[in-house]
Structure formats: C-alpha cells, structure tokens
C-alpha cells in the first residue's frame, strides 16, 4: 500500500523508453567497473601519469554538478541537508557503492561521508592492483559537486583520508572549507 508522502514524492528513476534511464533528471546507463571503467582509468594513467587523478576528479565533479542542476529543477530533491543525503543515496542506488553520510553540517557545508564497495575501489581491489594512494577520484569529485552545488559554495575542497584500495576497512571522505584541509595539511 502506498502512503499519502510516497503517492506525492517525485519519482526518481524514470524508464524513459527502451535503452534509455533517468536518475533525477539525468541520462544514465550502466558501465561495466572492473573491465571499463578500471582500464579506461589506466589508459589515462599511461596517457597522463599522475594528472589522470585530477581528470577523474573533475569528470566526477561536472557530471555531479549538471545532476544536481537539472535534478533541482524537478523539484525532486531540496536545497537542505536532506537534499544532499538524497543525492548520496541516489548515487548508492546507482550502484557506486555504499555511501553513509556519517556527520552533515549543511549549514557550514561540511560533511564526512564513508563507504564500502566503492566502486573505484573495488574495481582496483579486483584486479589486485595496490596502488600508492586512494583511487576514488571520481566520488571526491562527485560528493563535492553534491555540496558545492546545494550551498553554493566554491571554498569547499574534498579529500578522501581512507581508501579500501590501499587495504583500509572503508573509503572516507571528507568535506570541509579548503581552508580547514590545509590547516590539517592537506594539499587541496
């Protein structure tokens, strides 16, 4: 049976026709993670060395930002802590891992999210690939899109502390004012 809140929420996942999904009001599809997307992360790598972290990032980061754009256009998610939890959630519906957002201070635009299966993660861990620091590039980008977006703030940096493919229980992230990661000597 349906409750009176669910028959008035948004859907969220929409079919739009054959071979076509919408998550919000976004294009998706799924992307094989340990054969695609870990090789195609490794053809960056070879292509541009340690630059390739930051073209994940910032891949991670604009994507993020037209799905939160054109997501609070349908009025499915809120600007409010509630609305940034909605799009980490839709991104563990999506498959990316299993994100908990552990402390949000939406007003002050910090947040410390932790996640298991992330999925860069675990695409290195499948390959037994040990890599000399963390590899979800791709979620830092993204989670900061998330909160830079609902905020509208530019002063906020991500970083990730903790990353599964480096042997760590879970993958953390963090998300503060640059300025307070620099202060904890973090290179943002």
């Known amino acids: 049976m349906t409750t009176p809140e669910e ?13 076509w999904i919408n998550v919000g009001a ?21 292509l541009f060395g340690p630059v390739e972290k930051t073209v994940m990032y910032r891949a991670g980061k604009a994507g993020a930002s037209m799905f939160v754009e054109k997501t609070l256009e349908t009025g499915v998610i809120p600007i409010s802590a509630k609305g940034f939890t909605l ?6 519906q999506c498959g990316f891992g299993n994100f908990t957002v552990e402390e949000l201070d939406f007003p002050s635009a ?11 993660a675990w695409a290195w861990l499948q390959h037994h690939d040990r890599p000399e620091t963390g590899v ?9 899109a998330y909160m830079q977006t609902l ?9 990730e502390t903790s990353c599964q493919a480096l042997g760590a229980q879970t993958c953390i992230f963090q998300i503060p004012p640059k300025k307070t990661l620099v202060q904890q000597g973090y290179i943002v």
């Open 110 to 120: 910090t947040t410390r999210i932790s996640g298991t299966y992330a999925f860069e």
């Open 136 to 144: 979800c590039d791709y979620t830092r980008g993204t989670f900061l």
């Open 151 to 159: 905020t509208e703030r530019e002063d906020l940096a991500c970083v």
């Open 87 to 92: 799009c980490v959630e839709a991104y563990v």
């Open 7 to 19: 028959k008035n929420e948004k859907q969220f996942v929409t079919f739009m026709k054959r071979g």
């Open 26 to 46: 976004t294009r998706m599809c799924i992307l094989d993670i340990a054969g695609a997307f870990y090789h195609i992360r490794k053809s960056y790598d070879s």
